[in-house]
């Protein structure tokens, strides 16, 4: 939207305080001062559309000198384009001077200049809870029955002539302050009648989120937000973030960018469609960084791989600071390294700290000017959906993530809102984004692990180098705080930026793991994951047809009463052996056994106990989560709890076989590990009084059988290769 004045139907009857009396729309014009085009600009000019306001900008094109007065007081330079502005409007009109980078419009011009007659004053301030800057003013503020005191200069209303006097004393720096200004002309009793000034003191018109953010609460009304304040249990009809970033969760709503009639009204404007595109998709810097142990690197990079995205449009810059992760990493380079268009890689025998690290990402993309996009992920990320960087890119937002999730949890890569000091708090609507019950594209204050950043950014409002520090704040909430807050030092802009960051739940994308727990010392740390993180874990090592078990009824009876199902993936069943092979101290299949009660076993096998290599409660878990559930639908009334847990080792010249036994079990769980032909010849169970085989176990794939009285039963003879098998006795 360009920064000029808004076309609408100017009334010429009548002068515009006696068009006021007699309930018609008045002449209102909307003065604001913007000398640059922001995130902020662009919502205000939004609702402003909505609501059919005529709006001039001031200041299009100047340096901003007004200093950053979020901070420290400024906004001199606001008055004296207001001073000069106000020589070329009727004199008839009435103006309402606003800020514009942190207000939105709830109402439109018919209700607001009803609320300023209603006033019975020729010019009506917005009202704030704290006085500011010198609050050694406080004693010569007048004082109401009810409402705030002090004076905000950030929005008022009034006529012309009025307002020309107001400001006709005006004889200071674009860097001195807007605010005192104002103040010291309410808090003199002459000017303030001369002028005939008040405070819009209850909110009526205006409200200020600067200490008094829990004041304000949304309310829904036909097909339209307003922002209602409990306090004095008012409708204002302009709000002003002059403070903290509640004008961003209020503006996620007010007027009708979200209701409950229409959901999300917006979201699908000012898209960049990708389909169909005839020349190059977008090229993308993906940076990924490996900070910590965690599970699953390998499952990201398979991850990475499917994303549905031209490789050829692909740059990477991976930085690992985990020499254990080195394999995968250079793994996957190895086999897929040359798909992509570029690859830089920041290993840990460089030594490179975590904050310059994500500064060197983000310049991979600034310094080449074919970078369109930096997409930056950690490691912990997994990421479901393989359209998800094309959909962010079709967003077309400035720093835009997907919501994930960690499983089980509330938590999410994005905070809702901001506390007071800067940190997490919970926005009123974090819940029900989170679960879904509200879909759209979220304005939010902080975003982590995964993001999409255009790279217009950085050559502008981001163009500093260390966007990655700030005092105490680690990496992500550093980020987030220099977008929302840096100070640019473009020639056209000094003042806060603002650059706006959005999330969205429009789609589901995957979830994020815990690195909680995370041990390194076995050969495959992920079998440990069932507890951490059991979605991720069953998708690793669970077999792919098991969910079909019961729903297809994809289970077998090879032989009575024994019943055959796919339990493993075969990655979870090479994993498994590998472990063993790993640990390598297999039983020499002798009786005398000191791991088991008594020392003596009837029928030795060469094995590794579960127990060995401390994996008894997690494989307790498999069997309750993934066992239970057939043995109570196959023999109902067990319970499922393991006695013994081992793998057992067949070689033709070690031990080949197993002569006839029962198990010391109600029943037995027996899982083939690995594949015949290809890894072994022979094997199989056989069980002798139905005279009844299964010869050929499908790697992956369980055998249920009972142990005691009925189903005596051998080993048959491995004749070539390695067979291996896990055995579980249950219920003993």
């Known amino acids: 939207m360009p920064l000029t004045l808004v076309p609408n139907v100017l009334l010429k009857t009548n002068t515009c305080q006696e068009r006021c009396n007699i309930g018609l729309q008045c002449n209102l014009l909307v003065v604001t001062v913007a000398t640059k085009e922001t995130d902020g600009f662009r919502r205000f000019m939004r609702s402003a559309r909505h609501f059919n306001y005529t709006i001039k900008v001031l200041g299009r094109g100047e340096p901003w000198k007004g200093g950053d007065y979020m901070t420290e007081p400024g906004g001199g330079q606001k008055v004296r384009l207001l001073k000069a502005g106000l020589q070329e409007i009727e004199e008839d009109k009435v103006v309402l001077f606003i800020d514009s980078y942190d207000v939105v419009f709830a109402s439109g011009p018919k209700e607001l200049l009803k609320k300023f007659q209603q006033t019975r004053h020729k010019v009506v301030f917005s009202a704030e809870t704290l006085i500011w800057p010198d609050r050694h003013l406080e004693d010569k503020h007048p004082h109401f029955r009810e409402g705030k005191r002090f004076l905000g200069s950030g929005g008022f209303i009034g006529y012309v002539p009025n307002l020309k006097e107001m400001v006709a004393d005006w004889t200071g720096e674009d860097s001195d302050s807007d605010q005192l200004f104002f103040t010291k002309i309410y808090i003199n009793p002459e000017k303030r009648k001369s002028i005939n000034i008040t405070l819009d003191n209850r909110c009526r018109m205006f409200h200020n989120l600067h200490g008094s953010l829990d004041e304000v609460v949304l309310k829904f009304e036909d097909g339209q937000v307003r922002a209602r304040n409990v306090l004095y249990d008012t409708l204002p009809v302009v709000i002003h973030g002059n403070g903290p970033t509640k004008i961003n969760y209020l503006s996620n709503y007010i007027p009708t960018v979200w209701t409950f009639e229409t959901g999300c009204s917006v979201c699908l404007e000012d898209l960049r469609p990708l389909s169909g595109l005839k020349s190059d998709y977008p090229l993308v810097v993906i940076g990924i960084f490996i900070q910590q142990p965690t599970p699953f690197v390998s499952v990201f990079f398979e991850t990475l791989l499917k994303l549905e995205y031209p490789k050829n449009r692909l740059k990477l810059f991976i930085y690992n600071q985990e020499q254990h992760h080195e394999v995968a990493v250079s793994s996957f380079l190895k086999d897929h390294g040359e798909e992509y268009q570029d690859v830089k890689v920041i290993g840990p025998e460089e030594n490179m700290d975590r904050v310059a690290s994500r500064n060197l990402g983000l310049d991979m993309c600034r310094q080449d000017k074919d970078c369109e996009y930096f997409f930056s992920m950690d490691i912990e990320v997994v990421l479901k959906n393989k359209d998800t960087l094309k959909i962010l890119i079709e967003q077309n937002e400035p720093i835009i993530a997907p919501m994930i999730t960690r499983e089980g949890r509330l938590w999410t890569n994005f905070w809702g809102a901001l506390s007071a000091d800067g940190y997490y708090a919970r ?63 473009t020639p056209f802009a000094s003042i806060s930026q603002g650059v706006f960051m959005y999330v969205t739940n429009m789609h589901t994308f995957g979830r994020m793991l815990s690195t909680e727990n995370y041990q390194m010392s076995h050969l495959h740390n992920d079998l440990w994951q069932i507890f951490e993180n059991p979605k991720d874990w069953e998708e690793r090592y669970i077999h792919e047809n098991y969910t079909k078990i019961m729903r297809d009824k994809l289970i077998e009876t090879p ?76 023999y109902p009334g067990y319970y499922t709890k393991f006695d013994l847990a081992f793998v057992v080792r067949y070689k033709p010249d070690e031990q080949p076989f197993l002569r006839p036994h029962h198990d010391a079990s109600t029943f037995t769980i027996n899982i083939a590990l690995n594949q015949k032909v290809l890894d072994y010849q022979g094997g199989g169970c056989r069980f002798i009084r139905y005279n009844c085989s299964v010869e050929a176990p499908r790697k992956g794939w369980a055998l249920m059988h009972p142990g005691r009285l009925t189903h005596y039963h051998e080993g048959l003879r491995t004749t070539a290769g390695t067979r291996y098998i896990a055995v579980s006795f249950v219920d003993p």
């Open 427 to 489: 926005s009123e609507d974090y819940v029900d984004i989170v679960q879904g019950r509200r879909v759209g594209v979220w304005n939010v204050p902080y975003l982590t692990k995964v993001y999409l950043v255009k790279a217009s950014l950085l050559h502008e409002e981001l163009s500093n180098n260390d966007l990655f520090s700030s005092g105490t704040l680690d990496l992500d909430m550093a980020f987030c705080h220099n977008a929302r807050n840096k100070v640019s030092l």
């Open 559 to 634: 032989c009575p009463d024994v019943y055959w199902f796919p339990l493993f993936s075969d990655i979870g069943c090479d994993h498994i052996v590998q472990e063993m092979e790993n640990f390598g101290q297999w039983s020499g299949g002798r009786n005398t056994d000191t791991r088991i009660q008594g020392g003596y076993e009837n029928v030795p096998t060469i094995d590794i106990h579960m127990t060995q290599i401390n994996y008894e409660k997690e494989w307790q878990k498999l069997l309750l989560d993934y066992i239970a559930p057939i043995t109570e639908t196959m």
